[in-house]
C-alpha cells in the first residue's frame, strides 16, 4: 500500500508544477544560452553542440561570467532547453543592464523514467497518444530509476562535461588567464553533475579522466537541496560552495537515505571505474584515433579533428566497460553491506554521546502521529529548537547515507537559521558557526538552513502549517524537494557566493 501511495504522489509531483516563484536579482545580462547534451554513458550527443559555444565565445570577447547550470532528477533530455529557459527566467533574469555580461551552458540528460513513452511511441503512431498511454508506467517505474540516474549524473560530472569543457575553454580561450569567471548551479541530482567538476576522486576511485583545466576560475558553486552524500562535495574550495537545507525536503530525508541502504549511491559508480584502465571514456580524441574509428581508408586534413563515435558502435570500448559494469555490482552490493552499518553505528555513538534524551525524542519526531506530541512537549518545555527539527534521531543513517540537503546530518556543518547570514564577511556570528568565511569573502561549504522558505509540498501546500506537516506531510515522499526558486534564498545564496547581490531583508 505504501509502495502505491508513493508512486500516486511521484506521478503528481512529476505531472503539477509547482507555483512559479518570485524572480531573483540579476547575475547580469545574459547575452547567450546553450545546452550540451550527454548520454546515458555520460558522453556529449553532439560535438556540434560544443563547436557552437565555442564559436560565439570567440566572436564574444565580452563576456565576464559563464554558469554552468545542471537539473536533477525527474527531467527530460528532449526538453532540457526548455527547462533551463525557464530556470534561467527564474533564477538569473537581468534587470536593468548592471552585471557581468553572462553566458549560460546547461547540461541536458535525460534524468527522467521514459522508457514506456519511448516503447510506446516506436509502436504507436500517434504521439500524442503514446505519450499518455505511457504517463502511468513511466511513473510507476520513477522511483526506481534512482540507482541509474545518481550514476549517469557521476558519469556526465566526472567525465564527459569536464572533457566538453576543457576543449571548449581551451580553443575559446587559449591564455587561460582570460578565461571568464564560472559560477557552478546545481539542483538534486544536478548537484552531483557540477560537483563532478570540483572533484578528481569519486569515493574510491581517483578519476584519471582529464581535470577541469579552468577550475582556478570557479568563483563559487549553489547548489540547490544536493541529491549526494557530504563526502562527494568539495570541502576545502578555494571559494564558496552553499548548500540549502531543508527540514521538509522528503526525498533527500526519507528516500535518498532509503536507496542508499541498498547500493551505496557515494560509491557505485566508483567500483565500475577501479575495473577499468581509466574512470570515465573521453568523448573526443585526438585526429588519428578519429580517422581510424569512423574513416579507417580516408587520408584527411591533420587539422581536423574528428569526434569518436559513441561508445554503442566501439565494440572493444563496449565490451570492456561491460564487463567492468557487471564485476562492479558485487563490490558495490558488499560495500553498502558493510559501510551501511558502520556509518549507521557511528552516527548513533554520535547523537547518545552528544546529548541521550534529545537523540530519542528526535527519533520519536520523526514518526506521524506520534510527531505531533513531541512537538507539543517542545513547546510546553519552552525549547528554542523543536525536538526533530535538527536531527533524525536513531533513523540516522550517516554521513556515507544521508544528504547533506537535510538540516543536520553530522555536528560540524553547523546550520543556522535562513536570516543569520546576511553579511558573512562582517558577521561574526555566521563566521563562528560556518568555520568557512575568510575577511575578504567565503570559502569551503556553508550551509544555509532554508526550512521556512523551502517548505511547499508536493500538494502546493506549506509544510511549515503545522497541520499541514501532521497529516498530508506523513504521506508526501517527495516534499520541499523542488521547492527551490524562491527569490529570498537565492539572493542571501548570490550575495554569500558572490559578494555582488541584494542582501536579504532581516
Known amino acids: 500500500m505504501r509502495w502505491l501511495i508513493t508512486t500516486a504522489l511521484c506521478a503528481l509531483v512529476i505531472a503539477s508544477p509547482l507555483a512559479r516563484p518570485a524572480r531573483a536579482e540579476p547575475l547580469g545580462p545574459i547575452a547567450e544560452m546553450y545546452v550540451l547534451s550527454f548520454n546515458r554513458w555520460g558522453e556529449l550527443r553532439s560535438p556540434y553542440e560544443a563547436e557552437l559555444i565555442r564559436e560565439q565565445l570567440l566572436e564574444r570577447r565580452d563576456i565576464e561570467r559563464i554558469v554552468i547550470i545542471s537539473h536533477g532528477w525527474a527531467n527530460d533530455a528532449e526538453l532540457s532547453y526548455e527547462n533551463y529557459r525557464e530556470m534561467v527566467a527564474d533564477l538569473l533574469t537581468p534587470r536593468g543592464s548592471g552585471g557581468p555580461l553572462t553566458v549560460v551552458i546547461g547540461v541536458g540528460w535525460d534524468s527522467s523514467q521514459t522508457g514506456f513513452r519511448k516503447l510506446f511511441n516506436d509502436l504507436i503512431p500517434f ?19 534512482f540507482w541509474s540516474k545518481a550514476a549517469m549524473a557521476d558519469r556526465i560530472g566526472y567525465g564527459g562535461l569536464r572533457t566538453a569543457l576543457n576543449e571548449i575553454f ?15 548551479i546545481g539542483h538534486s541530482f544536478g548537484a552531483r553533475v557540477v560537483s563532478g567538476l570540483m572533484k578528481d576522486r569519486l569515493a574510491l576511485a581517483e578519476v584519471r579522466a582529464e581535470p577541469f583545466h579552468s577550475a582556478d576560475r570557479v568563483r563559487a558553486a549553489l547548489l540547490f537541496q544536493p541529491a549526494l552524500a557530504l563526502p562527494n562535495l568539495h570541502r576545502n574550495a578555494p571559494y564558496p560552495i552553499v548548500v540549502t ?14 536507496a542508499n541502504i541498498l547500493v551505496n549511491a557515494y560509491s557505485f559508480t566508483s567500483f565500475e571505474g577501479l575495473l577499468r584502465d581509466r574512470v570515465f571514456g573521453v568523448v573526443t580524441d585526438t585526429v588519428e584515433r578519429g580517422a581510424d574509428a569512423v574513416l579507417p581508408d580516408i587520408k584527411i586534413d591533420t587539422d581536423l579533428q574528428l569526434p569518436l563515435p559513441p561508445l554503442a558502435n566501439r565494440p572493444s570500448d563496449l565490451f570492456e566497460r561491460g564487463m567492468a559494469e557487471l564485476a562492479s555490482v558485487p563490490f558495490a552490493l558488499a560495500y553498502s553491506a558493510v559501510t551501511t552499518p558502520v556509518n549507521y553505528v557511528a552516527a548513533q555513538a554520535q547523537g547518545l554521546l552528544r546529548n541521550p534524551l534529545d537523540h530519542t525524542l528526535d527519533t520519536l519526531a520523526q514518526l506521524p502521529a506520534i510527531e505531533m506530541f513531541v512537538d507539543g512537549a517542545s513547546a510546553l518545555a519552552g525549547r528554542e529548537v523543536a525536538w526533530g527539527e535538527r536531527s533524525k534521531g536513531f533513523l540516522d543513517l550517516g554521513l556515507l547515507n544521508e544528504s547533506p540537503a537535510r538540516v543536520l546530518v553530522a555536528p560540524y556543518q553547523a546550520p543556522r537559521e535562513f536570516p543569520l547570514i ?44 503545522r497541520w499541514v506537516d501532521y497529516t498530508l506531510g506523513w504521506i508526501d515522499p517527495i516534499g520541499s524537494h523542488a521547492d527551490y526558486r524562491k527569490q529570498e534564498v537565492i539572493d542571501v545564496m548570490l550575495h554569500i557566493a558572490l559578494g555582488d547581490a541584494p542582501q536579504a531583508d532581516p
Request: with cysteine; charged share 25%.
Open 170 to 184: 581551451e580553443q575559446s580561450y587559449p591564455d587561460p588567464d582570460d578565461r571568464p569567471e564560472i559560477l557552478l
Open 127 to 145: 504521439p500524442v497518444l503514446a505519450n499518455w498511454l505511457a504517463y502511468l508506467p513511466d511513473a510507476a517505474m520513477f522511483p526506481v530509476s
Open 245 to 258: 537545507q531543508s527540514r521538509h525536503d522528503h526525498a533527500n530525508s526519507f528516500l535518498f537515505p532509503a
Open 422 to 465: 546576511r553579511e558573512p564577511a562582517r558577521d561574526d556570528t555566521a563566521t563562528a558557526a560556518a568555520g568557512v568565511c575568510g575577511t575578504e569573502r567565503c570559502r569551503g561549504l556553508i550551509f544555509l538552513d532554508a526550512s521556512h522558505q523551502i517548505d511547499t509540498g508536493s500538494f502546493g501546500l506549506s509544510l511549515e502549517r
